[in-house]
């Protein structure tokens, strides 16, 4: 989903109920923004997962964020360059 | 012998425990692999940018990788020579960044990519061996 906002009188920046609810915030929930040049990114915090130990290697069994994956993430990455 | 040349989205893939192609990557990997040594960077700004992953543990499970891993650099000439063909090739935009890790695979002797992104390395290394991470989802 995309959509227009605005900054509102106080530079708030109000984010509709349908956004909201197509990114699957619910209320009060914690979510990170990350700011770079143009860009503000709002998404949902992964959740506390640890490090295990799997044939040798560290891994970690936290949450993604909802949609990401590792394709994508570089895919991103590398259109913030 | 090290044979799988590994990408950066296939190394994420292989230490985040609930991504998509988390299962897929388990199965390939087969206790070592060759990548590129840009993919120890894009590993760390992927994870702890889009992917949420705390810095803290980014390092840690890179860290871990270099246990495994042989990381292969290209010189600034090679490099340049990438950059170079990329016109003539059709390259541009973000698709660079594979030629340049598929170009490590080449000098590494590497016939075998392993990615979750596919289509670019189909397109800048037509001739290798693609293990497909999406497909095997």
Same mark, same amino acid.
């Given at each position: 989903?995309?959509?227009?906002?605005?900054?509102?009188?106080?530079?708030? !920046?109000?984010?509709?109920?349908?956004?909201?609810?197509?990114? %699957?915030?619910? /209320?009060?929930?914690?979510?990170? &923004?990350? $700011?770079?040049?143009?860009?503000?990114?709002?998404?949902?915090?992964?959740?506390?997962?640890? !490090?295990?130990?799997?044939?040798?290697?560290?891994?970690?069994? %936290?949450?993604? /964020?909802?949609?990401?994956?590792? &394709?994508? $993430?570089?895919?991103?990455?590398?259109?913030?360059? | 012998?090290?044979?799988?040349?590994?990408?950066?989205?296939?190394?994420?893939?292989?230490?985040?425990?609930?991504?998509?192609?988390?299962?897929?990557?388990?199965?390939?990997?087969?206790?070592?692999?060759?990548?590129?040594?840009?993919?120890?960077?894009?590993?760390?700004?992927?994870?702890?940018?889009?992917?949420?992953?705390?810095?803290?543990?980014?390092?840690?499970?890179?860290?871990?990788?270099?246990?495994?891993?042989?990381?292969?650099?290209?010189?600034?000439?090679?490099?340049?020579?990438?950059?170079?063909?990329?016109?003539?090739?059709?390259?541009?935009?973000?698709?660079?960044?594979?030629?340049?890790?598929?170009?490590?695979?080449?000098?590494?002797?590497?016939?075998?990519?392993?990615?979750?992104?596919?289509?670019?390395?189909?397109?800048?290394?037509?001739?290798?061996?693609?293990?497909?991470?999406?497909?095997?989802?």
């Amino acid at each position: 989903m995309s959509t227009t906002v605005a900054l509102d009188n106080f530079n708030r !920046l109000p984010v509709s109920r349908q956004l909201r609810a197509t990114a %699957g915030f619910k /209320p009060k929930q914690t979510l990170r &923004a990350v $700011a770079m040049p143009g860009k503000i990114i709002i998404e949902a915090m992964p959740s506390s997962g640890k !490090l295990v130990k799997r044939k040798g290697r560290v891994v970690w069994t %936290g949450e993604l /964020p909802a949609g990401v994956n590792s &394709a994508n $993430a570089v895919n991103a990455l590398r259109d913030e360059i | 012998m090290k044979s799988d040349f590994w990408d950066t989205s296939a190394l994420l893939a292989l230490q985040c425990g609930s991504d998509d192609f988390h299962s897929a990557a388990e199965s390939v990997f087969d206790g070592d692999c060759l990548a590129a040594r840009r993919s120890r960077a894009e590993f760390y700004s992927a994870a702890t940018g889009r992917m949420g992953v705390p810095p803290a543990v980014a390092w840690q499970l890179l860290e871990s990788l270099d246990e495994f891993v042989e990381w292969i650099s290209l010189s600034d000439a090679e490099e340049a020579r990438v950059i170079k063909s990329a016109p003539k090739r059709g390259l541009q935009g973000r698709i660079l960044f594979d030629a340049l890790i598929a170009e490590c695979a080449t000098k590494s002797g590497c016939k075998t990519i392993v990615t979750a992104n596919p289509t670019h390395f189909r397109h800048v290394l037509p001739h290798a061996d693609i293990v497909d991470l999406t497909a095997q989802k």
